[in-house]
């Protein structure tokens, strides 16, 4: 049974610090690319940053230079660390492992102006 269990999120001021956590089981971590993805209100699901088994990240151009994405195979455990945030940044944050469509419960992140 693959499991997939968000948190860090919370309540910051624009230009404030978070970091995100996703712990995966049910899986051989260190095999599984795994993805950050955000979803707003009325909006579609987006990816955010992703990370190869090799420890290669993608990000999106809109968070490029504020956000970093890493892993710790030994824990099961990808991060989101999210700097200079911005109210636009406000969404559900979910992991997922490479293109499967499993996901976790989310993560509520929002930024005040």
């Known amino acids: 049974q693959v499991q997939l269990v968000e948190s860090g999120g919370g309540l910051v001021q624009a230009g404030g610090s978070l970091r995100l956590s996703c712990v995966a089981s049910g899986i051989i971590f260190r095999l599984n690319a795994m993805g950050w993805y955000r979803q707003a209100p009325g909006k579609q699901r987006e990816l955010v940053a992703s990370?190869?088994?090799?420890?290669?990240?993608n990000y999106a151009d809109s968070v490029k230079g504020r956000f970093t994405i890493s892993r710790d195979n030994a824990k099961n455990t990808v991060y989101l660390q999210m700097n200079s945030l911005k109210p636009e940044d406000t969404a559900v944050y979910y992991c997922r492992r490479g293109l499967y469509n499993t996901w976790g419960q989310g993560t509520q992140v929002t930024v005040s102006s």
């Open positions: 990370i190869t088994t090799s420890g290669n990240t």
